[in-house]
């Protein structure tokens, strides 16, 4: 069954560091997906990307953020300067329908920012 | 009012016992429903969609009530492998489409 693959599982940086997670969605979807989820918390939604744009954005998804599609394959989140507080899991999901439907997601990146 | 929101829990429930989770939303406009369940410290795994007509799957059901705005999962006969947390998840519960907005989840523990 093809599942939406995530790279790295675990990155440790230090604040001010940029870091590069990395997902691979189902290869036939078009709908790409990023969220988080503090220890604790609920699961955030940081953004969507439909045909090589962003579609939706949230209010945490400030000008330290963006996302790419480098390539046929690869999905991207960037955090250009982190803070402490973007220390959280990282999920990426996918969806072959668009947003209406369910979305299938990665097994995640911890980010840990010391 | 939250935009999703569960009781929390724990709900400590025997083998075999049937096990019911309520979620309500705020926002009348929203399109679609559905219901995750995550172990510690993985991802959210689609557990099913919610219809306004009722939806069964093995041990899990799941209804939608829009006029309440109120969705509901009763899994019967629990099994062990069936502890984990449970998401109520709603798309558009922002108004927005784009997006799955998610509740805090209800945490079951199935005990021998």
């Known amino acids: 069954e093809p599942e939406v693959t995530q790279t790295p599982s675990h990155q440790v940086t230090q604040m001010g560091q940029e870091v590069i997670l990395r997902c691979v969605p189902i290869?036939?979807?078009?709908?790409f997906y990023w969220y988080r989820q503090i220890l604790g918390q609920k699961v955030e939604f940081l953004v969507s990307f439909y045909n090589n744009e962003i579609s939706e954005k949230s209010e945490i998804f400030d000008d330290q953020f963006s996302v790419e599609r480098p390539d046929g394959s690869n999905f991207t989140l960037k955090i250009r300067s982190t803070k402490l507080e973007d220390s959280a899991m990282y999920f990426c999901a996918s969806n072959a329908r668009g947003p209406s439907y369910e979305q299938y997601f990665g097994p995640g990146t911890r980010l840990t920012v010391t | 009012r939250k935009e999703v929101e569960q009781d929390p829990g724990p709900f400590n429930v025997p083998e075999g016992a049937t096990v019911a989770f309520n979620c309500t939303y705020s926002n009348s406009a929203s399109q679609s429903f559905f219901w995750y369940r995550q172990d510690c410290r993985k991802e959210p795994k689609l557990l099913m969609s919610v219809y306004s007509s009722g939806n069964e799957d093995g041990r899990f059901t799941a209804q939608l009530n829009r006029a309440s705005q109120y969705i509901s999962l009763l899994i019967r006969d629990s099994k062990l492998s069936d502890s984990a947390t449970y998401l109520c998840v709603v798309n558009g519960a922002a108004g927005t489409a784009s997006k799955l907005t998610f509740g805090t989840g209800t945490r079951l523990q199935v005990t021998l």
């Open positions: 290869s036939n979807h078009l709908y």
